[in-house]
């Protein structure tokens, strides 16, 4: 079936420290988007990001669609990065909807 | 509204009680979803609203769910006879296109609890 799988599961990190975050679809997605989720829960959407490579301050995101992944790059991590970051795709295939991946819990240290 | 509202953002029912869970989506947004997130998961599909047509139900868990926006607009999400496996966070999102329907913006959630 349809799946978003997202790695790592969790990551710790000291504050001023890169990462990447990868998802991975298991089909052809027509919308691809990346969430944080912050420790009151509010799911704030980072990137609309189908195809191609964003930038937003110290965030930025590569989809390859041809090869069915996308990366979210944090740089000089800060620990109000901190929470569950989620890819979610909306397949090829007329679902109507973003399929979630299971997260990646950041924690990020001072 | 700026964002998409939600109401109430806390609720404890008793196993049995019927329930009512409110969105307000961002203004003039055509699409509207309902998802349903368990703690430690990540949010899962429910029921998808283009104005005010329930295009897919198919991720509503059995027929004591029920969702309407009969005005294109606010939604409602309606849990009746809740179940202690209902308790969840139930997130509601708008997006300003339907069809491919583009960026998601989501409410804060309201937080059900079933006792």
């Known amino acids: 079936g349809i799946q978003v799988e997202q790695s790592p599961p969790d990551l710790i990190l000291q504050e001023g420290a890169n990462s990447t975050l990868r998802c991975n679809f298991s089909?052809?997605?027509?919308?691809l988007q990346w969430f944080h989720q912050n420790p009151w829960g509010q799911l704030i959407n980072l990137f609309y990001?189908?195809?191609g490579t964003k930038q937003n301050g110290r965030l930025s995101a590569t989809t390859v669609a041809t090869e069915r992944y996308s990366l979210l790059y944090i740089s000089s991590s800060q620990t109000t990065d901190s929470g569950v970051y989620f890819c979610?795709?909306?397949?090829?295939?007329?679902?109507?909807?973003?399929?979630f991946g299971a997260g990646t819990r950041l924690a990020v240290h001072p | 509204g700026a964002g998409v509202s939600q109401s109430p953002r806390y609720k404890v029912a008793k196993r049995g009680q019927d329930v009512a869970l409110r969105c307000d989506p961002i203004?003039?947004?055509?699409?509207l979803f309902w998802y349903q997130q368990a703690l430690g998961q990540g949010p899962e599909f429910l029921t998808y609203?283009?104005?005010?047509?329930?295009?897919?139900k198919s991720g509503l868990p059995s027929d004591r769910f029920f969702a309407e926006r009969p005005e294109g607009s606010v939604s409602t999400l309606k849990i009746q006879r809740t179940q202690q496996e209902d308790s969840a966070v139930y997130l509601c999102?708008?997006?300003?296109?339907?069809?491919?329907?583009?960026?998601?913006?989501f409410g804060e959630g309201s937080r059900l609890t079933v006792l």
């Open positions: 999102a708008s997006s300003i296109r339907g069809g491919q329907f583009g960026e998601l913006f």
């Open positions: 089909d052809s997605v027509n919308n």
């Open positions: 990001i189908p195809s």
């Open positions: 979610a795709g909306e397949f090829s295939g007329g679902y109507n909807k973003l399929i």
């Open positions: 203004s003039g947004h055509v699409s």
């Open positions: 609203f283009q104005n005010e047509a329930q295009l897919d």
